[in-house]
């Protein structure tokens, strides 16, 4: 902020490049890093030496993403729409997104409290789904489709978002696209969806996505392997409504 923009050196440049790296790891002020990263945009507008970068964006959109801020979906998705502003208007100074980008964007909504987080969520997956064909950078995998199961799962006592979370599941497994299968994690958060819903038949129902887990790793499904969190979870969902007995019988299991 000292130097009017257009006057800093190579060196200068990367200090404060590194500066807006270190700021959004630390994720204690998202808004400062974002800042910094303001006064890197108006340097490369006012010098045709310099160049931004997609991780510059990336850490500070992570930054919102795990700042626990109420406002960290609609922070990281303005971030990212100016990122693809500033390309569409200079492609070689400034980044196009990646998978990476896309999946801090998505992972800033899945984690917030905002009620339509899932179709935000659900919006960034379909626009990487339509880019995929032209540019393999942004082509969703496994941990994609597990964000927006994360985003129903989070929405506690929401009727229908765990069914929701469980349909994503299945077309996960429908989709037979080269690596790109349902793995623990998937099935782990449908899981805590079901947990979450307070639905009378929640606890049932994860339970027996428990039972289809086990069922298909022992059929050979090494990807999907039930842990400590799988079991924990439905002896959780059984235990928050008072089904002692349901919740004793997992633990045995």
């Known amino acids: 902020y000292a130097v009017e923009p257009g006057s800093m050196n190579s060196q200068t440049f990367g200090i404060a490049r590194n500066l807006v790296i270190q700021l959004g790891r630390e994720k204690r002020n998202p808004a400062l890093a974002e800042r910094m990263l303001e006064r890197l945009e108006a340097e490369v507008d006012a010098n045709d030496e310099h160049r931004l970068s997609a991780s510059l964006y990336g850490v500070c959109i992570d930054a919102w993403g795990k700042s626990g801020d109420a406002r960290a979906g609609e922070k990281a998705e303005a971030l990212f729409e100016k990122m693809q502003a500033r390309n569409d208007l200079d492609p070689e100074r400034s980044p196009a997104a990646n998978d990476v980008i896309y999946h801090n964007v998505m992972h800033a909504w899945a984690t917030s409290t905002n009620t339509h987080a899932p179709e935000k969520v659900k919006?960034?997956?379909?626009?990487?789904?339509?880019?995929?064909?032209?540019?393999?950078?942004?082509?969703?995998?496994?941990s994609t489709?597990?964000?927006?199961?994360?985003?129903?799962?989070?929405?506690?006592?929401?009727?229908?978002?765990?069914?929701?979370?469980?349909?994503?599941?299945?077309r996960l497994s429908e989709l037979h696209t080269e690596g790109i299968r349902p793995d623990t994690r998937s099935f782990n958060l449908v899981l805590k969806a079901w947990a979450n819903s307070m639905e009378d038949m929640g606890p049932d129902r994860a339970l027996e996505i428990l039972r289809l887990m086990i069922k298909l790793h022992q059929g050979g499904h090494d990807n999907v392997v039930p842990n400590e969190v799988s079991f924990s979870t439905v002896i959780h969902a059984f235990a928050i409504q008072g089904k002692v007995e349901e919740a004793e019988k997992v633990l045995h299991m």
Not at 123 to 142: C, F, G, H, W, Y
Not at 145 to 170: F, H, P, Q, S, T
């Open 145 to 170: 489709y597990n964000l927006l199961i994360m985003a129903y799962a989070n929405r506690i006592g929401e009727y229908g978002a765990a069914k929701a979370a469980e349909d994503v599941l299945y």
């Open 123 to 142: 919006i960034l997956l379909n626009q990487m789904n339509e880019k995929s064909n032209a540019d393999p950078a942004v082509r969703p995998t496994e």
